[in-house]
Nanobody
């Protein structure tokens, strides 16, 4: 049974950092793709960053340079380091994963497994 549990969200001032974690019930190297998505009130869920099985990463233009996705296979944990946060980064952040080979797109239908989300508020 695949479980993903996010943590690390909270309230932060603009310009500050925050690190999100996603603890996975299966070894992170088992997942073909892992990703972070976010959803602000009244908006669609959007992809923030993806990382595939060989650690190649991709980012949404809005977070490039500021955010870094990484995973620690020894801890079965996915991370999202967020720096220089802006009020427009305020959203619920979700961890997602996919076991089957895929293109690791930043698209909701590309992932079968999701965490419950963690709220990030930037003021």
């Amino acid at each position: 049974h695949v479980q993903l549990v996010e943590s690390g969200g909270g309230s932060v001032q603009a310009g500050g950092p925050l690190r999100l974690s996603c603890a996975a019930s299966k070894p992170t190297y088992d997942y073909y793709c892992m990703a972070w998505f976010r959803q602000a009130p009244g908006k669609e869920r959007e992809g923030v960053a993806t990382i595939d099985s060989d650690d190649s990463t991709r980012y949404a233009d809005s977070v490039k340079v500021r955010f870094t996705i990484s995973k620690d296979n020894a801890k079965n944990t996915l991370y999202l380091q967020m720096n220089s946060l802006k009020p427009e980064d305020t959203a619920m952040y979700y961890c997602a994963a996919e076991l089957t080979p895929s293109a690791c797109l930043s698209a909701v239908p590309s992932y079968n497994y999701w965490g419950q989300g963690t709220q990030v508020t930037v003021s």
